[in-house]
């Protein structure tokens, strides 16, 4: 057992401590506390808080510690927030770059309308939850006070499911979106096989427990009514498994922000576009062209904009953006890019980007290590950075969203 002072939390939220010139980090410790650990490596299992910070809270869910979603529960809001700011802040030091970065916007509790469980049984008993950090044990769960209500009230299914399909070596993957039209579940980790053997009962359950549409092995078994998100007035038809902000409050924001940071400008390009959340609202405005790799999502945009009425024109294009970045000759005419790419970042688009004259630049994402990388290569290109927003929409996780708008000259 050793005592540790905690100088601060590390990047996923654990206490940080100096032993010997080494960093150790202990979850569930907080700074300024002083603890018993047992240490082994870089890593402390926290045994005991000899001196607990005044920034110490209750956390508020039954599964927090177990569960391997959470990981600062126990931190008072005020500190909190600004450890996701100081996410931002740190990365961005990392690259040399030092804007002002506003306070993070957090989202309230319940308010996550889509989340993967994970499903597997012990003996016929079936287990439905999150897995434990840094495993693969399923910790079964009945509350998540990040979810919303619908998410939850889909267990019961997700557990018949699980005990239907029976014991296996890996858990089934379960992702649920609470739409507004009901519960759009997709399930992977099965096979076409599994399919065919449980099709009548997989119909069935989907009726019992009034799921909007369910999925399995990339096959849509059953859809008794289309899973319909609304976004800024215009309804979306979510492709099964497709991306969707995870909260719908966390959306706004970054949303807001995007439009905001956009501005006047009339021809915009939309790259990493998804199912529409930025572009379907640019179109108010702008022409819009979205670029998304995804079949399925540029099929879903496509549908929902020739649905829409008293808006400006969005011409949806599949393209591997990875591959086949916009490069400048392409980018000539567009006041406006926002680009939003998975965790991996942009960085070929935003070397591009770099040498364009396009004005205006709003970036959003979910990794601020690679959003750093970028926009130290936008500012090397002459771009300005003028807005950072951290948004908090992975509640009490160690993840943040942003959303930076830079400016040419
Ligand atoms: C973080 S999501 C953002 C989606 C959208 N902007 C939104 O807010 O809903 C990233 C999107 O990039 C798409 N994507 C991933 N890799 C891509 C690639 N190489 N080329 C184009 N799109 C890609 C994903 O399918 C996903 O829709």
Known sequence: MTELEILGLGHRGDGLADLDGRAVFVAGALPGERVAADVAGERGRLVEILAPSPDRIEPVCPHYGACGGCVLQHLAPAPYADFKRRLVVDALADRGLAP???????????????????????????????????????????????????????????????????????????????????????????????????????????????????????????????????????????????????????????????????????????????????????????????????????????????????????????????????????????????????RAGAAEQAGWIAKSDVRKVVAVSCNPATLARDLRTLVDGGYRIRRVLPVDQFLWSSHVEVVAVLERG
């Open 100 to 342: 002002d970065v506003e306070p993070a916007a957090v989202v309230p509790p319940g308010s996550r309308r889509r989340a993967t469980f994970a499903g597997t049984t012990a003996g016929r008993t079936p287990l439905v939850g999150f897995t434990e950090k840094a495993s693969h044990r399923v910790v079964p769960v009945e509350a998540c006070p990040v979810s919303v209500p619908e998410l939850l009230a889909t267990l019961p299914a997700l557990r018949a499911l699980t005990a239907l399909v029976g014991t296996r070596k890996t858990a089934l993957d379960l992702a649920v979106t609470a739409t507004d039209s009901g519960a759009d579940v997709t399930v992977s980790g099965l096979s076409a096989k599994d399919v065919d053997r449980l099709r009548l009962p997989l119909i069935d359950l989907a009726a019992r427990f009034d799921l909007a549409r369910l999925s399995v092995a990339g096959e849509i078994v059953v859809e008794r009514r289309p899973p319909v998100v609304t976004i800024d007035g215009v309804a979306v038809l979510l492709p099964p498994g497709g991306f969707l902000q995870a909260s719908r409050a966390a959306e706004a924001i970054m949303a807001e922000a995007v439009v905001a940071g956009v501005g006047a400008a009339k021809r915009v390009a939309d790259l990493y576009a998804g199912v529409g959340t930025f572009a379907l609202r640019l179109a108010r405005t702008a022409d819009v062209t979205a670029a998304e790799g995804d079949a399925a999502a540029v099929a879903a945009l496509d549908r929902a904009a020739r649905g829409m009425t008293g808006r400006h024109r969005i011409r949806a294009e599949r393209r591997d953006l990875a591959r086949r970045p916009y490069v400048e000759k392409e980018l000539v005419g567009f006041d406006a890019v926002v680009f939003d790419p998975p």
